[in-house]
């Protein structure tokens, strides 16, 4: 079946980074654009990036230039290398295939602290 399951967040401290990762199963991993999504107590699910099937990226305004989406589809993973991080920054990560909104995983929490 369709499976999402994200890993490596934690508790970090402000101007630290944190690398995230997603495996997927159950799809044409290739054939599919991914995004991460994060979400804020209290708040919507936003988009932070997608990266397309041949790897072109986009971001949302929040984390241009800190964050970075990249794949691997032999390995059938999506990763979040995130610099830089903020206090604003905590959520609770997902990825998921750009556009589909099904599926979710139980996503991985993402703490920046003092």
């Known amino acids: 079946q369709v499976q999402f399951v994200e890993s490596g967040g934690g508790l970090v401290q402000p101007g630290g980074s944190l690398r995230l990762s997603c495996a997927a199963s159950g799809i044409v991993f290739s054939q599919i654009a991914m995004g991460w999504y994060r979400q804020a107590p209290g708040e919507q699910r936003e988009l932070v990036a997608t990266?397309?099937?041949?790897?072109?990226?986009n971001y949302a305004n929040s984390v241009r230039g800190r964050f970075t989406i990249s794949r691997d589809n032999a390995k059938n993973t999506v990763y979040l290398q995130m610099n830089s991080l903020k206090p604003e920054d905590t959520a609770v990560y997902y990825c998921?295939?750009?556009?589909?909104?099904?599926?979710w995983g139980q996503g991985t929490q993402v703490t920046v602290s003092s």
């Open positions: 998921n295939p750009d556009g589909w909104g099904v599926y």
């Open positions: 990266v397309s099937r041949g790897g072109s990226t």
